[in-house]
């Protein structure tokens, strides 16, 4: 069975900066992508940072230029990291990931991790 297990969540203020991470106990290659959800009370969750195999990234609007998700294979660990913090940006952050095996798709996540952001 695959395990993603997140860390680094936490309480930081507006403007600050925090840094997830999503351990994989599989290689980093054995999934298709990697990302991050977040899901706020009331909300869906919703993806908002993406990295390709082949190292491409893809950003929702909401955290383009302020969230840079990256990888290091050889720990087949995903990083987030957050910086200039917003309040809105409160929420339990999910680490995913996508594989196909034989033609057969499955997805992968971890337990989730809050980040509180305090005005």
């Known amino acids: 069975q695959v395990q993603l297990v997140e860390s680094g969540g936490g309480l930081v203020q507006a403007g600050g900066s925090l840094r997830l991470s999503c351990a994989a106990s599989i290689s980093f290659f054995s999934f298709n992508a990697m990302g991050w959800y977040r899901q706020s009370p009331g909300k869906q969750r919703e993806l908002f940072a993406r990295i390709i195999r082949g190292d491409a990234t893809i950003y929702a609007d909401s955290v383009k230029g302020r969230f840079t998700i990256s990888r290091d294979s050889a720990k087949n660990t995903v990083y987030l990291q957050m910086n200039s913090l917003k309040p809105e940006d409160t929420a339990v952050y999910y680490c995913?990931?996508?594989?196909?095996?034989?033609?057969?798709?499955?997805?992968?996540w971890g337990q989730g991790t809050q980040v509180t952001v305090s005005s």
């Open positions: 995913n990931g996508d594989r196909s095996i034989t033609g057969r798709s499955y997805t992968d």
